[in-house]
């Protein structure tokens, strides 16, 4: 075909998408996710001719004009595939459930979703991202947060430093985030301080959720929590203030949180998931690399095993009794 391929990562094109996978993933709540595809009726649209690429980005606190960006990408990718492309914007619920509902190809979600993508459709998840404030590079770290002030120090191992939280204050990050709870409670699990998520407040003397990184350190900051569990790179801009991060200090860190990256839906055929991903990989060259680090502050991408760079995730909610 000669004819200019047209991309369709425009606005109407993301409400017609994301108006059909909401009014699931939104209006069903958490149980529109768990249902599943009857089989046949995925093995017919498997078979189905592939006429155009679908990807959801993620939406994230610290990304703005997410959409335009994105879809600037998409046209990107359009010309690498050789096919339109469809870049939209999404919630991780939302994105889980349009590729489970074969409404969507691709998604840039974090390691969580990626984990519920592989249980629902049987996505892999193919690329992760590289940033500069992930302490390991495609991977980060965990942290329990206090004051510059706290009596609270590190100890000779990670037990004798977490036991003293016993009868603290706690804010996480909320009880789905990854590092700001999962992670921790994994670790509090695996050094066998608690036995559980139901059993922290036997533990802790208060525990407290907030709405995202910056809420939970800003209750340690204003004196309502002793510790707080985030990222590493929440405490730097935007989350707080570079003064506000001059007030706090990392008590201890949980290393191998995986980053967020690219998730293949498997109906995808092997050819074309290959270009797709060596699409991806030219969002790594000086000609594009701008505009894919104003996405998500992204360095690169890399590729990866999904098992191996997923499998921390996997032990720590297995540890914290949780599913994906």
């Known amino acids: 075909m000669n004819t200019k391929l047209k991309v369709l990562a425009g606005a109407s094109a993301g409400l017609l998408l994301l108006g059909g996978l909401t009014a699931n993933a939104v209006g069903l709540g958490q149980r529109a996710i768990a249902q599943t595809t009857p089989k046949g009726d995925r093995d017919l649209r498997a078979q189905a001719p592939i006429n155009r690429i679908r990807i959801v980005f993620a939406n994230r606190r610290d990304a703005t004009d997410l959409q335009n960006k994105a879809t600037q990408v998409g046209q990107i990718l359009s010309k690498e595939i050789g096919m339109p492309v469809e870049a939209v914007i999404g919630d991780e619920t939302a994105a889980v459930e349009a590729l489970r509902a074969d409404r969507a190809d691709v998604a840039f979600v974090a390691g969580r979703a990626a984990l519920k993508a592989e249980q629902l459709a049987k996505a892999q998840m193919y ?10 590079g495609n991977t980060y770290d965990s942290v329990f947060v206090v004051r510059q002030d706290s009596p609270l120090r590190p100890k000779g191992s990670p037990k004798q430093t977490l036991e003293q939280l016993k009868g603290k204050k706690m804010a996480f990050t909320s009880r789905t985030s990854g590092s700001g709870f999962i992670f921790p409670v994994g670790e509090l699990v695996g050094q066998g301080l608690v036995s559980g998520p139901d059993r922290l407040e036997s533990f802790f003397g208060n525990v407290t959720y907030g709405d995202g990184y910056s809420s939970a350190l800003q209750a340690v900051l204003k004196g309502q929590a002793e510790v707080a569990a985030v990222s590493e790179y929440a405490l730097l801009p935007p989350w707080i ?7 706090l200090r990392v008590l201890q ?11 293949i839906d498997d109906r995808i055929p092997a050819p074309m998931r290959e270009k797709v991903i060596n699409a991806f990989m030219k969002m790594n060259e000086p000609a594009n690399n701008q505009l894919f680090r104003s996405l998500y502050n992204s360095q690169r991408l890399v590729k990866v095993d999904h098992t191996r760079h997923l499998a921390t995730l996997r032990q720590a909610l297995q540890r914290a009794k949780l599913e994906p």
């Open 253 to 263: 860190q949980v290393s191998g949180v995986p980053a967020h990256g690219i998730v």
């Open 241 to 247: 203030t570079a003064a506000e991060g001059k007030q």
């Open 127 to 136: 690329l992760a991202e590289v940033r500069s404030d992930y302490s390991g």
